[in-house]
């Protein structure tokens, strides 16, 4: 990773905000005016009662809590945090083994005979399902230098090579129908049926793929006809040109190795919906499919199990923001916290209409996006609030999933402060003002799909509740 990247990497560091939000919640909490709610649990789903706001006894929190916030945080959270570090771990086996370099491989080898615009839109949709259906997103950065280069070779910029990789996988994750990151982790707090739902999301993210591949492609044809009409026509990007390996080829073991990923991910969908299966079936699963690509690719133990652990460490980062996300959560709590900043956020929404109650949901989320760019984090910190909000104001749990992952998902492309789209950026010499002239316009309509799809949820009482 280049001097650049890993500065980007480290300019917006995740774990900041969340501190600074553990800290700011332990001063509030010697402050704000105490109150709570009455709940009470039907058929396993607890709810608030909406007229049972009542002064409680302030419960500040210590300096002790305060660090203690952190291990309760982690604690809490242990099962989703394994689950993300055992599927990195099983993802660096199919890196390690060629599986996925080979599939791409073999897409830009087509390129000597289909045309380069079939050749690009082929490899978006590539990258539009590792994000939309694996929930990939900062797994894919080792490939997207390669799709790069080829988009070069190929008589386009780099910002085009950025688009139909990086931005591709990182726009499909933000509304992925079955993404564990956001979608999972706000089923789980909100006590819905894991994955529930999809039926609604699939369409919303059929529409984003629609709208991103017609814009990219859009953009693609013209740099190709005329180069000056680049956005990154000032930028020297000839570094950027690598070979491709030759002789990595998609051979039986790879191809069975695809096969394998697939069943994997077809076994556990199934699962989730239809045997209520959770964080621990999804990571034994997954283990389970890493054992047979192992078998197939002759891969030692030893060396499949140094595999799993480098993949580990490289989604411990990850797993850990879910971690220190719950101890947001925990402060609040302690602290009292939740139940007045619910009793506000009512009051000011009070009297406004569904739809209009999910939209300011889905602005809220936009913005805090910006402070917190973690999917998994900001799902940790927020739907605490957003599920006893969406009781309150009569929008169904459901729908108050989807404002949340619209508010955190699609922003990812807009907000600076999000790593990931740090990288991507560095890795293609794109600007960040050149990326702006280039999502832009590309924002504004997914805004309008957004609003759509919420109001679709509103009037059909998106549920099951």
Known sequence: MSKDTKKASRTMNPFIPLVIMVILCTIVSYFVKPGAYDRETVDGVTRVLADSYHAVDRTPVSIFQMFRSIPEGMTATANMMFCIMIIGGVVEIYKRTDTVGA?????????????????????????FILGGILGWSEHIIPFVPIIISLALSLGYDSLVGMAIS?????????????????VGVSHTIAELPMFSGWELRFPALFCVWILS??????????????????????????????????????????????????VTILVTIYGILNLKWSYTEMATVFLMGALIVCVVNRVGMSDGINMILDGC??????ALIIGIARSVQWTMTTGGLVDPLVHSLSGLMNGASAYVSAVGMFIVNF?????????SGQATAVMPIMVPLADMLHITRQTAVMAFQFGDGISNT??????????????????????YKFILPLQGMFLVMQLVFLYIAVAIGYGPF
Not at 313 to 318: E, S
Not at 367 to 375: C, D, E, Q, V
Request: with cysteine; net charge positive; glycine share 4%.
């Open 103 to 127: 599939a791409i491989n073999s897409v830009l080898k087509a390129s000597e005979k289909l045309s380069s615009q079939v050749i690009i839109a082929i490899v978006m949709i590539v990258f």
């Open 166 to 182: 990086g931005f591709a996988c990182l726009i499909s994750f933000a509304v992925a129908p079955f993404n564990m990151f956001t």
């Open 213 to 262: 591949l017609v814009w990219t492609m859009r953009y693609a044809k013209k740099v190709k006809a005329d180069p000056s009409k680049s956005l990154v026509k000032n930028i020297d990007t000839s570094s950027l040109r690598i070979p491709v390996d030759p002789n990595l080829k998609f051979d039986a073991p790879k191809k069975v190795s695809a096969l394998v990923l697939l």
């Open 313 to 318: 460490r490289g989604a411990f980062a990850g």
């Open 367 to 375: 913005f805090i996006n910006a402070l917190i760019p973690s999917g």
């Open 414 to 435: 807009f907000w600076f402060t999000n790593g990931t789209l740090l990288i991507y950026l560095s890795l293609a010499k794109v600007p960040l003002k050149s990326w």
